[in-house]
C-alpha cells in the first residue's frame, strides 16, 4: 500500500459512497483480546479506500490492511 495521509475530518462530512472501509490491523494475525470498546485489541481502524467495487466484493475476498509483517 502507498504511503497514506490521515487527515481529520467532520464524520457527517464524509461520504461513504465508492469507498470499502478496510479494517486495519496490528499484525496479520487479525485476532486479539476483546477491548472495552467491543474491538479486537490487534484492531487499529478502518480505512476509507476508494473502489468502483462493492464493499462485498473486497469483504469476501478477507482483504484487510497490516501494520507489520510476520517475520
Known sequence: ????WFKPA?????SLQGVYQCP??????R???????GHSTNF????????NMPESHWIKRGVAMVCSLND
Do not use: A, H, R
Open 24 to 29: 486495519l490491523y496490528k499484525t496479520t494475525e
Open 44 to 51: 487499529c481502524l478502518l480505512v476509507n479506500l476508494p473502489t
Open 31 to 37: 485476532k486479539g483480546t476483546l477491548s472495552t470498546t
Open 10 to 14: 467532520v464524520k457527517d462530512q464524509i
Open 1 to 4: 500500500m502507498v504511503m497514506m
